[in-house]
């Protein structure tokens, strides 16, 4: 990779608006983040279960004003000051995508600074090398540590709501090795919760919950497989049987809707997957049959991830996989990517749960990168894609 060295004297100012969260981050020429303010729309889209691409534009609109002072006020510095300026072009919401692009465009024109209108996978991927943030010892913050220098090769793995993404990174070449056919990791997390009556996003409390079932119990899910030399992944079946044996359940008379009892209890993905237990506290005991239920779902849809790992890594061994997405905050799943790895001599570079869940500083990052490389876009011509490739 033909890169330009560090500069830490570079403020990369990122804008992440792609679907629910409003965030924008501030990164320096090292890669150490100085800010990072995501908003979630969490409150807003709760009633409907789901994500309303219309709500998120206004409430894009209407957060980026305080979400962005903040994020300056907290790295310390003015708009002034920014010297390069990312901004996620797609895939997602194009009416979410639009806001923070058009700030974004808006902003380094103004300035006359570089901009880069960055894939939001590219984001993800290059986002386990970002150090996490350093907890403060409650008199004085740690200051931010540098990225890790990206390795020349390693096998990417991004896992979220909308992606279920294989890549190979070799230098510059970031090719897709697999992708899932249908449904992705995160949202039959989702889909399965809300059958359950819990808010939106279910995939923590799932996550939480599966935590206190048995996987080995009465429920068994198949592994999906895209025929044997195919490292595709598919999630659609295994929604399809989790949600029968809920119907199965309920059939019986086990009460599965866990809704009245949940309240606000989810948080995002990183700030749930930390915690738990202190969330279920105030909930009634669900069923221990639903409790094995979600367990064996969550064990099943892990199981898929691993064994595509090894399908690859049997074909062409690598050194370096690097975990990331919403879904890389599953507890399941960062313990068995460990044992994998640790039991195949590779190493694992894991997102921090800071910045798991979309956030902006992964977008400055991934902007920073391209600078380094040279690359920079036309702000008068970069445009927002809901499908792009990466
Ligand atoms: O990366 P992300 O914030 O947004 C997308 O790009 O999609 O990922 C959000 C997804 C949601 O589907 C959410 O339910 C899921 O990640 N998620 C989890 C966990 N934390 C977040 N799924 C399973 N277990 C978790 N601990
Ligand atoms: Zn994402």
């Given at each position: 990779m033909t890169t330009s060295a560090p500069d830490s004297r570079l403020l990369v100012l990122g804008i992440e608006t792609s679907c629910d969260d409003t965030a924008c981050a501030v990164v320096d020429g090292?890669?150490?983040?100085l800010s990072s303010v995501v908003s979630s729309q969490f409150a807003a889209h709760r009633p409907y279960g789901g994500v309303v691409p219309e709500i998120a534009s206004r409430e894009h609109l209407r957060s980026w004003p305080p979400v962005s002072a903040a994020a300056l006020a907290e790295a310390g510095?003015?708009?002034?000051?920014?010297?390069a300026v990312a901004a996620t072009r797609g895939p997602g919401l194009v009416g979410s995508l639009l806001v923070g692009l058009s700030l974004g465009k808006a902003i380094a024109y103004a300035l006359g600074r570089p901009f880069h209108a960055v894939h939001h996978l590219e984001g993800h991927l290059y986002s386990p090398f970002l150090a996490p943030p350093a907890p403060g010892d409650g008199t004085a913050v740690d200051p931010p540590q540098p990225a890790r220098a990206i390795p020349e090769r390693f096998v990417g793995l991004v896992v979220s709501g909308g992606h279920t993404n294989l890549f190979s990174v070799e230098g510059d070449a970031v090719v897709t090795l697999a992708e899932t056919r249908d449904d992705a990791m995160g949202e039959v997390f989702d889909k399965l919760g809300k059958r359950l009556?819990?808010?939106?996003?279910q995939g923590p409390r799932i996550d939480a919950l599966a935590?206190?079932?048995?996987?080995?119990?009465r429920f068994r899910f198949a592994v999906a497989?895209?025929?044997?030399?195919r490292l595709d992944f598919s999630y659609s079946g295994l929604k399809s049987q989790a949600l029968a044996a809920v119907a199965a359940l309920e059939r019986e008379g086990?009460?599965?809707?866990?809704g009245a009892g949940v309240g606000g209890g989810a948080a995002g993905g990183a700030a749930a997957a930390g915690g738990g237990a202190a969330d279920d506290e105030a909930e009634p005991e669900p069923p221990p049959a639903l409790l094995d239920l979600l367990a064996a779902f969550r064990a099943a849809a892990v199981a898929q991830l691993i064994d595509r790992l090894e399908r690859l890594w049997r074909r062409r061994p690598f050194d370096l996989l690097a975990l990331s997405g919403g879904v890389a905050a599953n507890r399941l799943l960062r313990r068995e990517a460990a044992a994998w790895c640790a039991e195949r001599g590779v190493e694992l570079a894991a997102v921090p749960l800071a910045y798991s869940g979309d956030n902006a500083a992964m977008i400055a990052h991934a902007g920073l990168l391209r600078q380094r490389r040279g690359d920079s876009d036309d702000p008068f011509a970069a445009e927002a894609a809901s499908r792009i490739p990466i």
């Open positions: 090292e890669g150490r983040v510095i003015g708009l002034g000051e920014v010297g009556g819990l808010p939106y996003p935590e206190r079932g048995d996987p080995g119990g497989a895209c025929g044997d030399d086990v009460a599965v809707d866990l």
